[in-house]
């Protein structure tokens, strides 16, 4: 009888068969970590590669934008701005948003434009009688612009508002007023003298001799009515050349503006002549020149309490990667003049108004629904050329709220004398303060 028994390896085989096992799932699994491991570590280089250059930026990769006050670098953020707004045509710049095009990159520009004021003051410009027309309305207290209307007839796509080459005329009464209140210490009600017409300067109504022919009037009054003898008397006997200089500084001539728009500041010639210092201080001459945008700029400080604001015209820069290039930066104001100085401004300024050479263009506004609740100051002014310039400056102030708006106008009128910058004034002021008016109560 025969026993067949099964084999069986012996026990220490069958331990080395399962150790061979276990070895070959933990190389398996070491493999796999190994493997992971220098998969994370290639994406954290590519990754950081890509951060590094000029196409990629984490707020693209995470669709987070995060904002940053600057235009690609704090150094050139100005400069930058400047030369994008430059190539704009003044429609772009007129818009609340726009697309523009820069080093073949695409970027997506906001605006501070209010689009229904834009609209309805482009849509009533009278353009068959103008060569030029400039419209400017910002925001009195925060500097943003609102509105930048313009109409160039030689070249469409210049921009009137920052043309800085039309005579400034009588609007640098303001500039004169100022220093006389501020240095000599003159307030509205103060007395001065002049003879011949008001609005003639010739050298013998330069002189500080008092007879019959001599009318005396106060500053106020000379101010509305812009009397020229008695600015062309401050600027020669009172104030002389150091003080208008100064203080044309101050109001933004012949010194940087500080905006990132392409602004050239006011220009002025000043000599050793009194004559001279007299047609300057009056504005009757054509070397003191003016853009509209710094006209704004100029009443904007009178309704201020003196705080020289910076118009802001660009909400936002973005890359077509959602990566906000530009971003508003915070406010920055100064002091220009005392705010009794920039408070006794403000009286003339509504003097002119009330009873000057604004009042015809703004006759019954004290019975409109909307302008009478305002208080609305301005200065007008002219030069007699080919084309003939006619200028208002002036604000419009909403106590109850606590808002005011600066509005600037020039017109070139050519043949005919068409709308007056004064009107254009007063419609920028109505549809504005109504706009709100409308927006407060939605």
Known sequence: M??????RPPAGWRDYQEA??????????????IGAALMIAVMIALLFFVYQSNNFSWRAFTKTPQKTNTLLNPSLAMDELKALLADQDPIILGASEAVVASDKRLLHMTTTINVDLQKQLTDRLMLRTSAYIGIVVTDAFNGKILAMVSHDRSNPSANTCLNNRFPAASIFKIVTAAAAMENARFTPSSIVTYTGGKHTLYKNQITEKIDRHTTTTTLQKAFAG?????FG??????????SLIDFAHRFGFERPLGVTL???????????????????ASGYNGTTTLSPLQGAMIAAATVNEGQWVTPRLIESVTADNGEIRYQLPPLKTKAIVTQQTARHLKTVMQATILEGTGRKMFRGWQNDPILSKLKIGGKTGSYNNNPRYDWFVGFGLDPEKNHAVAVSVLVGHQDLIGTRAGE??????KYHFKNQQQSSQS
């Open 2 to 7: 025969s026993i067949q028994m099964k084999y």
């Open 20 to 33: 061979l096992k276990r070895q070959r799932q933990q190389r398996r699994r070491l493999g796999r970590t």
């Open 226 to 230: 812009s009397i020229n003898p008695v």
């Open 233 to 242: 008397k401050l600027g020669a006997f009172t104030l002389k050349n150091i």
């Open 262 to 280: 392409p602004l050239a500041p006011g220009a002025l010639v000043i000599t050793d002549q009194p004559y001279q210092w007299a047609e300057l």
């Open 424 to 429: 254009y004034a007063r419609t920028a002021l």
